[in-house]
């Protein structure tokens, strides 16, 4: 899965094991520093 992927954060969020997309976004904030949104505008 790369950067460029054209999965929404739901279908990431699951692909990682993860059932809730909300406790995703705020695990990848805590470790990125931003939202999985903001990241994916960056790149």
Same mark, same amino acid.
């Given at each position: 899965?790369?950067?460029?992927?054209?999965?929404? #954060?739901?279908?990431?969020?699951?692909?990682? !094991?993860?059932?809730?997309?909300? *406790?995703? #976004?705020?695990?990848?904030?805590?470790?990125? !520093?931003?939202?999985?949104?903001? *990241?994916?505008?960056?790149?």
């Amino acid at each position: 899965m790369g950067v460029n992927s054209s999965l929404t #954060i739901n279908e990431i969020s699951a692909e990682c !094991g993860y059932n809730d997309p909300n *406790f995703f #976004i705020r695990t990848f904030k805590r470790q990125e !520093g931003m939202t999985p949104g903001e *990241f994916r505008r960056k790149w």
